[in-house]
């Protein structure tokens, strides 16, 4: 305040006054409220001022109106971002009120919904959600929907988790949050999302008959199955190649089981079942073992060996389980040797003769001769050129072409 000094006694004037004060009734909502605010003084004022961070607030003929009272119709967010200030002021004296803050309430606008991975089929129980967000002062309370029914919950995160609890999300269907401001009492939808939510398919077993299965004679049921999700596509294979329905593979309707009728040797290998669905792949596998044979077993080996050298007879069989071989020669069994290779490390003339390997089978209990090979051991054969042989034939010959073009060159230089 100011002091008017004068001898000998100090008077104060009477035309004094306090700090202003800035006054207000209630809460402003955007676009909706008319504010005003009051320049409270007590004493003889002549002008008033008002301004917002520190510029002077000029009547606009609309909707600003400037005097004692600073009003605002249809008020907006941004009109006064602050600080208030009122001046009150007469020729002694002037005076400005303490820093107002203008609070206009707002929204909700842009509601937005998101979720935490753009899919139209969700994994049951994964980390899966919904964010629901919004421009709005205070900021906004959200409800949320499945369609038209309430989803109970609260928070701007909704987790697949509360959607699976409260039953929601098997079929596919529509998501929205709804933003909702307490004081200006707007609630605004988002728009919507779509999705549902898929088991993920576990306990997958591929069964097969237990026994032993003969070629031309069992048959075979492969069955493929899951305890949980539901499965939407089914693929089998077999040694990695699909497998498809033909005279003696026939397909169930839904494809989850395979009958194979009657069983071939071909039949033998690897099967794997892939059962599929939009959020997961599970696949199992059963190795098919189809006893046959011995079918052919031949005798490979060379008809010419020369003594003392490293001798390698085999004995290839088709068989299932693999065949029993038992080697003869001259029609004599050669004790002790049962693999489907015989061989002699120093070969002598003794071990000429005819081959023949007999293979059996101790569950088709079939057995089978392979035609004979005839082996002679001989003191020198006639192996061809050895590749050292070859090397020297032709080095000699460049050698022999080099000293030639030598020679041609040498007597041009000679004769005239
Ligand atoms: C705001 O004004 C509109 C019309 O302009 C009215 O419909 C609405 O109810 C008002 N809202 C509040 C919270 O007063
Ligand atoms: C007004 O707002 C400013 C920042 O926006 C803040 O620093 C200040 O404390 C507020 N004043 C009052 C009186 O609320
Ligand atoms: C085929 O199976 C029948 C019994 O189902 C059996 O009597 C027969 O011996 C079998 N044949 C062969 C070749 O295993
Ligand atoms: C097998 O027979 C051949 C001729 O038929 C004979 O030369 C050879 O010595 C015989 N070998 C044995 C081990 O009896």
């Not at 899951?226 to 190649?241: E, M, Y």
């Not at 010419?304 to 693999?322: A, N």
């Not at 002699?344 to 003769?353: A, F, L, V």
Request: net charge neutral.
């Amino acid at each position: 305040s100011v002091l008017l000094v004068s001898t000998p006694y100090i008077q104060i004037s009477t035309d004094l006054f306090l700090r202003p004060k800035i006054q207000c009734q209630n809460d402003f909502i955007e676009y909706n409220s008319t504010v005003e605010l009051t320049c409270s003084c007590k004493g003889s004022i002549e002008s008033f001022t008002w301004t917002n961070d520190s510029k002077i607030i000029e009547p606009d003929g609309k909707r600003f109106t400037v005097k004692s009272k600073l009003t605002i119709t249809d008020v907006q967010r941004y009109d006064l971002v602050g600080p208030i200030v009122c001046t009150a002021a007469n020729s002694l004296q002037k005076e400005s009120s303490a820093k107002f803050n203008l609070t206009v309430y707002y929204g909700p606008e842009d509601v937005t919904i998101k979720t935490s991975a753009p899919l139209k089929f969700v994994p049951s129980n994964s980390n899966f959600n919904l964010t629901c967000s919004a421009s709005s002062k205070p900021a906004a309370t959200f409800t949320w929907f499945y369609e038209t029914k309430q989803i109970q919950a609260t928070g701007p995160v909704l987790t697949l988790k509360v959607i699976e609890e409260q039953g929601f999300g098997h079929t596919l269907g529509n998501y929205k949050c709804v933003a909702q401001n307490d004081k200006t009492k707007r609630s605004v939808p988002s728009t919507a999302v779509q999705f549902s939510v898929m088991e993920a398919i576990s306990g997958i077993t591929l069964s097969g008959p237990k026994g032993i299965l003969i070629a031309d004679n069992s048959s075979a049921k492969l069955s493929c199955q899951a305890t949980q999700g539901n499965v939407t596509d089914r693929v089998w294979l077999k040694d990695g190649k699909p497998l498809s329905p033909d005279s003696h593979v026939k397909f169930s309707n839904d494809s989850s089981s395979i009958s194979i009728e009657v069983l071939k040797k071909e039949d033998n290998g690897e099967y794997i079942c892939q059962l599929s669905n939009s959020v997961s792949s599970k696949e199992a596998n059963f190795t098919m073992v189809v006893v046959y044979g011995p079918e052919s077993p031949v005798v490979k080996g060379d008809k010419e060996v020369q003594l003392k050298t490293r001798v390698e007879l085999t004995c290839s069989v088709s068989s299932v389980p693999p065949a029993k071989i038992i080697w003869k020669l001259n029609g004599t069994v050669i004790p002790g040797e049962t693999k489907d290779t015989l061989i002699y490390n120093n070969i002598e003339y003794k071990h000429s003769g005819t081959y023949t390997c007999e293979a059996s089978n101790e569950l088709t209990g079939k057995s089978t001769n392979s035609p004979s090979l005839s082996v002679t051991v001989k003191e020198n054969i006639d192996e061809g050129l050895s590749d050292g042989a070859i090397a020297g034939i032709v080095i000699g010959c460049l050698v022999a072409v080099g000293a030639a073009i030598a020679l041609f060159f040498y007597c041009r230089g000679k004769v005239p």
